[in-house]
T-cell receptor, first 109, second 115 residues
């Protein structure tokens, strides 16, 4: 069973396009994290959300706690945004984490 | 900017050997984590550690695994008798004091190949 589901699994976009990646979860959470994994494997935390919306540069993350759903948006996408984007949740029962399978994004110049 | 550092970056070991992966979390952080990612698969949680003890562990973290914070800076993951299926990238992470769910800072990972 997957506690965290992401869609789409793969996404190809033209440079400049607006991109949305979706995440749904089935467990009670204390927070939701959006992570970026570079082709070399390194992971960077983009956002940590427990409610509402956060914005950082061209990245926007939203969460709807009632619907157990979050979205990551990238405006004016650029080839350097190409990476795997991972949704992860920290459970409200402790410091347990559940990860989505990731969305592989390729932005073509 | 402070960062989580991991060593070694890559280790090849024979099946049945013990392996220790080392991590230096960010200095004022209090929560420490190990995750693994088998090639082509999703990241999986292994264990979280707080106040010198394990606070959560997953089903993967069986008796073959152990963690230690032997001094004020290092956080280690030991695999007692490695199996082929332990081959993966192992990520260490830490997060600052406060409520659980704070931003997590990841290390670059340690590739473990068991042959």
């Amino acid at each position: 069973k997957n506690e965290v589901e992401q869609s789409p699994q793969n996404l190809t976009a033209q440079e400049g396009e607006f991109i949305t990646i979706n995440c749904s979860y089935s467990v009670g959470i204390s927070a939701l994290h959006w992570l970026q994994q570079h082709p070399g494997g390194g992971i960077v935390s983009l956002f940590m959300l427990s409610s509402g919306k956060k914005k950082h540069g061209r990245l926007i993350a939203t969460i709807n706690i009632q619907e157990k759903h979050s979205s990551l948006h990238i405006t004016a996408s650029h080839p350097r945004d190409s990476a795997v984007y991972i949704c992860a949740v920290s459970s409200n029962t402790g410091n347990q984490f559940y990860f989505g399978t990731g969305t592989s994004l390729t932005v073509i110049p | 900017e402070p960062e989580v550092t991991q060593t070694p970056s890559h280790q090849v070991t024979q099946m049945g050997q013990e392996v220790i992966l080392r991590c230096v979390p960010i200095s004022n952080h209090l929560y420490f984590y190990w995750y693994r990612q088998i090639l082509g698969q999703k990241v999986e949680f292994l264990v979280s550690f707080y106040n010198n003890e394990i606070s959560e562990k997953s089903e993967i973290f069986d008796d073959q695994f152990s963690v230690e914070r032997p001094d004020g800076s290092n956080f280690t993951l030991k695999i007692r008798s490695t199996k082929l299926e332990d081959s993966a990238m192992y990520f260490c992470a830490s997060s600052p004091p406060g409520l659980s769910g704070n931003t997590i800072y990841f290390g670059e990972g340690s590739w473990l190949t068991v042959v």
